[in-house]
Nanobody, 118 residues
Framework: QLQASGGGLVQAGGSLILSCAAS??????MSWYRQAPEKQRKFVAG?????????????VYADSVKGRFTISRDNAKDTVYLQMNSLKPGDTAVYYC??????????WGQGTLVTVSS
């Protein structure tokens, strides 16, 4: 239902764009989480169905990524994106997308690995 892509190896200070394409369902809220080695999965960013604030929606970021990451969605393509700039080694993790269906059920995509070298 959710297919994440775009991970890879990048040097510190670099950028990556992650994509998560949904199929079979539409989602009210789409989010990105990440899980570093031997750590718990943590919230990164979320976006409502309305998109950015300028579009009448709502966007939320974890403090650790504010100002560096941007989440967006294309409802016509049922895809959510995560633009990651100024990457740090501490951003190294497996990134997962999550979609919350209109009935409140959460669906997870498979992870995509982001490795930031120093």
């Amino acid at each position: 239902q959710l297919q994440a892509s775009g991970g890879g190896l990048v040097q510190a200070g670099g950028s990556l764009i992650l994509s998560c394409a949904a199929s079979g369902s539409t989602f009210s809220i789409m989010s990105w989480y990440r899980q570093a080695p031997e750590k718990q999965r943590k919230f990164v960013a979320g976006i409502s169905s309305g998109g950015s604030a300028s579009s009448g929606g709502r966007v939320v970021y974890a403090d650790s990524v504010k100002g560096r990451f941007t989440i967006s969605r294309d409802n016509a393509k049922d895809t959510v994106y995560l633009q990651m700039n100024s990457l740090k080694p501490g951003d190294t993790a497996v990134y997962y997308c999550k979609g919350r269906a209109w009935d409140g059920v959460d669906y997870w995509g498979q992870g995509t690995l982001v490795t930031v070298s120093s």
